[in-house]
């Protein structure tokens, strides 16, 4: 779990991220395609085509961390965009969003029943 500082914005990129990309090129992405700071201390969340797959771009002061997780089961519920751009979320919603919960009605969407 990523402790996150209190007040800290988190932005949702909207449509679909190449999940090949990296640090250097999602910061970019945030730089160049929603203009913001990368280095700010925003959060930056992508979604993967599939549904299953997010990677989170932070910088804290100190320097830059990408955290990238992965459903078993089940997909990622995230917000629509209307610009298609990014979408501003509350502070309960981020801490649902990675968990693989719908940040509409919270609760768990799907649960492993094995590990292999």
Not at 85 to 104: C, F, H, K, M, N
């Amino acid at each position: 779990m990523i402790a996150l500082p209190a007040g800290v914005k988190v932005w949702i990129a909207g449509g679909v991220t190449d999940m090949r990309c990296g640090m250097n090129t999602l910061a970019l992405k945030v730089q160049q395609g929603l203009s913001r700071d990368p280095h700010g201390g925003e959060i930056f969340c992508f979604r993967g085509r599939k549904g299953d797959l997010i990677k989170i771009l932070w910088h804290d002061g100190v320097g830059m961390s990408l955290y990238l997780k992965r459903l078993e089961a089940g997909k990622f519920i995230w917000p629509v965009s209307q610009s298609g751009a990014t979408v501003p979320v509350s502070s309960a919603q981020p801490g649902y969003l990675p968990e693989g919960i719908d940040w509409r009605n919270p609760r768990w969407t799907q649960r492993p029943k094995s590990a292999g």
